[in-house]
């Protein structure tokens, strides 16, 4: 495997009717990477993958898709595939013959057939179905099953988990885990659902307002968050009061009715914490403490993000 | 396997199995059956009232009503061919479906030159569908050979060489509608919108005969005036005049009209392929 990235994108800058959309997005995809994208809706992320796509023309910065600048894409020598919003199948013919011309389209030879893509996404028994019969879940898995034809070494799937019943969802997550595991597959996938995108990408970027606000790895960008600690106790205010004080405990503190929550830093002491508590006779019932995850990352970074407006403004 | 001959395939695959396009073919057919089956009937009725000048004497023959009813089959492939490719294009945008060509490593050149090459196939096909239904129709209902009256020869047919003129307009026909085709996907190109699309291609096919007075001789000049079907100028009008006994009907020399209308379409077509392909270079998919 080369070392070189699957996806590099640096300084990407859009516009569109004279609006900008992206204003600066860096994003580094690694060979063999299950990368999530992240970002709230209108963030500039289907922006993005249209732009590194070859899809949208882009007006500063660059794109390059296993080394071909993305304008050219065609140029790549290894096959990939692609799942946008919306999926894109043509009503006129049925799922099968859906995934039969993207077959035909690709010079394929090899690899994952028809049937065994439609299987991997549990669609076998809606092959016949014409794609505006398929419900909105179903068009997502469509385009994933045509994504996967053939031998891709890199996979672009935007909102692959958009209208995914649960079982959809937990089996879609096993299928894209097992292509990077297994088949050293590079996938990129932007979702919103980031406790599911937490247990299977090794790395995620946050786009918010057309720039990348952070990107790194899981592990490091959850232990940066801190792990949080949640107190109950009848004198909330009091725990408040004292945690305030102790050090490695992050300023924002939150207190609904008995119960305290604060972010603490990594080298927090929740023995000594727990101690003060209770020599100070504030009654505790409950004192927990939960690792962060990727919803505290994401709310930390927007934050982050806020102030920083407001400063510059 | 070269991009553009992987698109072609596709595109080849999506005209044989792409349902609309199928119902496409059976709907001419059944037009221009129907069309001379409505002749036929038209004319019992007007036998039956104890009408018929010779005009009508003219009419219950072959070759009259094979070139009508070819002619009517033709009015709905002219619509459907603007209607299916202008239209076409957008649609796929707007449904995301063009994605998936581009992400198989097929350049937008390669991708809108196999579309430019499948979308002249096309009306050919619908073409082909309007002479098999006419045909069909006109030989159960109608006898060929010449125009009698009383027994007398009132038009003879093989020696006016009705029959190659009516053959010879029919190829007439082929490059106008080829050139339809391509206009047709440069307008898909081009706009954001099919209904636009179809809209402009709609103008430019009505402009020769909105503005004929006006244009006069220059009017064949524009490939929509000659299209068989819609062409104010259309050479298939003209050798069903002839067919039915009305030789004077034209309005200038047919002759010279036709060494027009042989090459007019020919700069619309390279034009049209030329923009369709520009215009697909930078499209937002």
Known sequence: MSDSPAIEVRGLKVRLGGKPILKGVNLEVRQGDLYGLLG????????????????????????KVLGVDSPRIHQVAKPYGVALDPPGMDDTLTLRQNLEVAWIRGGIRGGRTVSEALDL??????????????????????????????????????????GLDPEGVERMLALFAELTQSAGVTIVLSSHHLREVEHVCNRVGLIEDGITLLEGEVPELLASAGDGLRI?????????????????????????????????????????????LVEEGLGVEEFAREGASLVDVFHQALEKDKQSSEEAA | MIGLWRSLRGELYLLRHRRSVFWMHVGVFLLASLYVAGARIKLEMVKAAGGGGIGEVAAWNFWPQFGD?????????????????AGGLPREITSGAVRDPLARRISR???????????VILPLTLFVCAIAGSAASSALLFDAGDIMSGGDVLFAIEDEGIDLLLYKSMAHAILP????????????????????????????????????????????????????????DSFLKEANERAAGNADAYPYSFDEIVSIGWISPLPALAISLVFALLMFRRKQV
Not at chain 2, 69 to 85: C, D, P, Q, W
Not at chain 2, 109 to 119: E, K, N, Q, T
Not at chain 2, 195 to 223: I, Y
């Open chain 2, 69 to 85: 009813g070819t002619r009517a089959g033709l009015f709905l492939v002219e619509i459907a061919t603007l209607i299916f490719l």
């Open chain 1, 40 to 63: 709230r809706n209108g963030a500039g992320k289907t922006t993005a993958m249209r732009c590194l796509l070859g899809y949208l023309p882009y007006q500063g910065g660059s794109c």
């Open chain 1, 121 to 162: 996404v549990g669609l076998s028994h809606r092959q016949n179905n014409r794609g505006d019969r398929l419900s909105h879940g179903q068009g997502r898995r469509a385009a994933v099953a045509r994504a996967l034809l053939g031998s891709p070494e890199l996979l672009v799937l935007d909102e692959p988990l958009s």
């Open chain 2, 109 to 119: 050149s390669a991708f809108a030159l196999s579309r430019c090459v499948v979308a």
């Open chain 1, 232 to 276: 109950r106790s009848a004198n909330a205010d009091g725990v408040a009061k004292i945690l305030q004080g102790l050090p490695s405990v992050l300023p924002e503190i939150t207190t609904v009715g008995a119960e305290t929550s604060v972010r603490v830093a990594p080298g927090f002491d929740a023995a000594a914490a727990l101690t003060k």
């Open chain 2, 177 to 232: 509608l080829l050139a339809l085709a391509m206009f047709s996907v440069w307008m898909s190109t081009t706009f954001r919108h099919g209904v636009a699309g179809v809209g402009v291609g709609l103008s430019a096919m009505l402009a020769p005969s909105l503005l004929h007075e006006t244009m006069g001789k220059r009017a064949p000049w524009l490939f929509s005036d000659v299209l068989p079907a819609m062409g104010q």
